[in-house]
């Protein structure tokens, strides 16, 4: 049956390549990958990633070698996936594919990728569709984000055709010196070896994009395949990349949030005195310790972001928190300017590579919001980058919460005249005039940017999922107290 | 007992410490934490670790949070170690340190240190000594190596009497709002505590150098261990780094290798030819691909190092390796010039990061010998620094090598004229005379230097659990063959 899928009738049809005429276009290839290859590093706003699929035998593992041989070897990785190991199943699971991006300017060649997910699904018995529906569309959400964010992706599928399966193991069985070649998986390929070739065909169909396109590799001659492989990759790092067309992405409700002028109704809640605060901050911080202490909390990781004007009191709110956890449970995040070796990768990398595994806790003091406020706001990012954003931390967010994370983001808030009354006393302490900078006082006069920036984006972030909590905080001691009993409360509610 | 141990007499007698007075060095000591940390940043010559360590209920704890907030957050690091995981475990016990250390510049605060080991040992009822001193000797190297390349050590001691501890537990029980601070493990605290105090006192003693210094934190009163606390910091940041006595390290008897013009005896061999080649390698890539199939190397790992001349054929022999191997179980790293992120880190850094976790193999083409090579010839490491290195490297593999990882080094050599030959049709072809740089050429003019360098490098690194194997690679076939057979044979004797 498989031998009709019209995917791979060219990829047979194709004959075998002479000796002297592979010479002849190993050369020129060669050459000409070189040349684009360092026109590739030169210039270190793409990187390329080559994703490696196919039937078992048809010479995936071949093509690694080949590409290290007819490129220069220093500025290419192997990405090679295995099964999942504990540190990447306490995470979702694309993590350890983020983590693992290569940096402009570099190629990656990635075998066992995510794909593997979506094969394993579309080659059972009876392949669940909705399922597979599901795992097609986060990747192609992934891809058109990698993209989006300047990685040209190329995805091989290495074919060979059920006779050309069997005639490759019966050559290699036949000899001592080539029979440790086949190994178990390989019977199995050729037993299963129309649904294998089924699944591929599905696989590639649902996720063949302009900007990601799948290319069959005819794999029965070596010679071929080589040249084919070479073909594919030099003509993926000389055209032009692709206009991204993105999938539909969570898009939650524009809903009205606070006031546009974010100052909220700061004088409705009383002031808290000394006492009642220190009578109410113990309980709570010693409910938030036995909740992140419970059983249930071990399958769970709990992810806190911090975003707010300036002095809004975000430090102390934190450290509050940080008092009731034990050290080896917890990390806080400074985010501040990327570094070079963030800015070579899509902005999400850094939070990604961040991710806390079950059982932890991540506080973010700033966040992955940065992108649809500060780059917004300063125009560090291009209008079409910070808008496609909110699709992308939502996407992100939902792929956190299907892993069991709960997300908690707040906005500490303060009106101009507190903010005001605060940076002064910075300035006039010795040991707080770090916190203010020429910077802080530049925000304080975009003020009415920065409210349109945060109004939008609690509009297009704020999901059942991912909720954001905004905080009054002209009274610290209300406000510590209104972030603890948020994060304990939905705690307490999920585990 | 313990209350007598002179080492924490005078954390004891030190009285408590005054509001008043507490106010008025807090706002000296933040203001000159601050500018101390600003300095040590604007050089990037040094980085600050700070070890927590001491009787729980001490306070080593809230110390993170003081860090924290006496300083600039953004520039500290808390690396908080639990428990060993999966990725750690199948890893030497230091991997997780080693990857964790900050860059230059930065300060990281380290709880759960190499210390845990050390500690539970010296707790025991009946503490084994052998064991003791062994773990007190790696730690000892390993911050030693630490000092040696810039990072500042400042280990602390966090000290309460038994009357302390037990007044602590019954406070913090006598209320609701803290006796959720009350751990299951500060009861086991108080029964085991003159035990713990003896760990830390024969800890202490054994591992407290000039280089990194241990102090010891009175903490019963909050305000007096803060004080003392920023003290320290304070002191450790602003004093010049001490000079380092490292212990005296693995160091083999130095052995005659080679010819002094590292040819080898190329002619003994006779060449192979082209049948009889193909006939043996795939037998021997046979065996390697079953040795690392099978379940004892589960629990090992093999990292291959090739050095050589320039054109000796290091990627030729690395590519006939990889074609027995299944691309998820092996990563090739070519190894250059360091990054940035890397040079702000101890140099081995870069090869820690990526130690192949157990049941895997790492090629690295071209190595950490580069220190006591290139670096060394070409004048990038001071002499006191590539001298130190040999110690520091056998202790590096002596610790993979314990571990169970496997050590191969693979020195291929060439004489000059067939290195010549080779330059010279390199630069012929189009596609191979990217391999070829003017450095190449200089390096040759350097031969004599490099053959020096090579030959103290043989005599000083060649141990019996990571030996080195010299190479004769005039005839390639002859060469890539000998590589394959020695791990093959390593593997089939370990495994």
């Not at 070596?222 to 067309?245: F, G, K, M, Q, Y």
């Not at 910070?386 to 908690?408: M, S, T």
């Amino acid at each position: 049956m498989a031998a009709q899928l019209p995917l791979f009738a060219d990829a047979q049809a194709d004959p075998a390549l002479a000796k002297a005429e592979f010479n002849t276009r190993q050369a020129e290839l060669r050459t000409a990958l070189l040349r684009a290859q360092y026109e590739q590093l030169s210039k270190e706003k793409q990187s390329l990633l080559i994703v490696i699929a196919g039937i078992d035998g048809a010479g995936k593992g071949a093509t690694i070698n080949l590409i290290n041989e007819w490129m220069d070897p220093r500025h290419i990785r192997t990405l090679a996936f295995d099964r999942p190991d504990t540190a990447d199943q306490t995470r979702p699971p694309m993590w350890r594919y983020w983590d693992a991006l290569p940096p402009k300017g570099k190629t990656g060649i990635v075998f066992g990728s995510w794909y593997s997910l979506l094969l394993r699904e579309t080659a059972r018995k009876r392949p669940r569709t909705a399922r597979i529906e599901r795992i097609a569309l986060a990747i192609r959400r992934f891809e058109a984000m990698l993209a989006a964010e300047g990685t040209h992706i190329l995805k091989l599928w290495f074919h060979l055709s059920r006779n050309a399966q069997s005639e490759r193991l019966k050559r290699l069985l036949s000899s001592e010196q080539t029979a440790w070649q086949v190994t178990p998986n390989d019977h199995k390929v050729h037993k299963k070896f129309d649904r294998l070739c089924l699944a591929g065909s599905m696989s590639i169909g649902l996720t063949d994009r302009a900007h990601a396109p799948w290319h069959v590799i005819p794999s029965a001659d070596d010679n071929l395949r080589s040249i084919r492989t070479a073909e594919r990759v030099l003509d993926a790092l000389t055209r032009p990349p692709a206009r991204v067309r993105p999938d539909p992405q969570v898009q939650p409700p524009a809903r009205v949030v606070v006031t546009d002028r974010l100052g909220l109704p700061q004088s409705a809640e009383p002031t808290l005195s000394k006492d009642d605060y220190d009578a109410q901050i113990g309980l709570w911080q010693g409910r938030l310790a036995q909740a992140v202490r419970s059983d249930a909390f071990k399958s769970r990781a709990l992810i806190l972001a911090f975003e707010g004007q300036d002095a809004a009191g975000k430090g102390g709110a934190i450290r509050r928190i940080a008092n009731a956890l034990d050290a080896r449970q917890y990390e806080i995040h400074q985010i501040s300017a990327p570094t070079t070796q963030e800015l070579a990768r899509p902005y999400l990398w850094r939070f990604w590579h961040r991710l806390p595994r079950h059982g932890r806790i991540a506080v973010f003091d700033r966040s992955w919001y940065g992108r649809v406020l500060v780059e917004r706001v300063e125009k560090f990012a291009a209008p079409s980058a910070w808008r496609r954003a909110y699709g992308e931390i939502n996407d992100f967010e939902a792929q956190l919460a299907a892993n069991g994370v709960i997300v908690l983001k707040f906005w500490l808030a303060i009106d101009a005249d507190e903010q005001l009354a605060r940076f002064k006393a910075r300035e006039h302490s010795p040991f707080k005039r770090f916190k203010i900078t020429p910077d802080d006082w530049r925000n304080r006069e975009k003020w009415d940017a920065y409210v349109r920036a945060a109004n939008e984006m609690f509009a297009r972030t704020d999901t059942p999922l991912a909720p954001w909590h905004v905080i009054a905080t002209n009274d610290k001691r209300t406000a510590r107290l209104a972030v603890l009993k948020h994060i304990v409360l939905a705690l307490e509610n999920a585990c």
